[in-house]
């Protein structure tokens, strides 16, 4: 039985590319990540596929599971990351919380990223580099509140 490959579709998360839930726990992540690397590393293949250039597609494969895996085992890369993938997937079919601007965030300057305290304990995240022209909506990284970013409003000269 042939598995899907989620390493070669484009669009695919880097959850989908390791092939395990949004919850999954490092150890979770830690051995998915090993068992494909195992199947798609260039140099650990067990079969070789040099067929009609389906050896760089496995090449591919392999550098998306290991920049998956750069990012979700770093807990503060991984935050950023479901930040942006919030921001990606969240439209208005979320129940919004409360609705904040930029300046409602605390910059913290040594790990370069935005937070806002939720009610529950947990982090809003912003996304980086992301310039706020149009209001965004950002889960919670601990619960399911989602507040609305609205841009902040330039004071108009009267």
Same mark, same amino acid.
């Given at each position: ?10 669009? /695919?998360?880097? *959850?989908?590319?390791?092939?395990? /839930? ?5 150890e979770?992540i830690?051995?998915? *990540?090993?068992?494909? /690397? ?18 760089s ?10 920049? /998956? ?12 990351? !479901? ?20 300046? !409602? ?20 995240i ?33």
């Amino acid at each position: 039985m042939a598995q899907h490959n989620a390493a070669a579709q484009p669009n /695919a998360t880097h *959850y989908d590319v390791l092939q395990v /839930a949004r919850n999954a726990t490092l150890e979770e992540i830690r051995k998915s *990540y090993q068992t494909l /690397a195992l199947r798609y590393h260039p140099d650990k293949r067990q079969t070789p596929t040099m067929r009609s250039g389906e050896g760089s597609n496995e090449s591919d494969c392999f550098i998306r599971i290991d920049e /998956a895996w750069k990012t979700l085992r770093d807990e503060r890369l991984r935050r950023i990351y !479901d930040a942006e993938l919030m921001q990606q997937t969240c439209r208005e079919e979320h129940f919004v919380n409360e609705v904040l601007t930029e300046e !409602d965030f605390t910059r913290n300057e040594e790990e370069s990223f935005s937070y806002h305290l939720c009610r529950c304990g947990g982090y809003y995240i912003l996304p980086e580099e992301t310039p706020i022209v149009e209001p965004i909506f950002v889960s919670c990284d601990e619960c399911s509140l989602v507040v609305q970013i609205d841009p902040v409003k330039k004071n108009a000269s009267k």
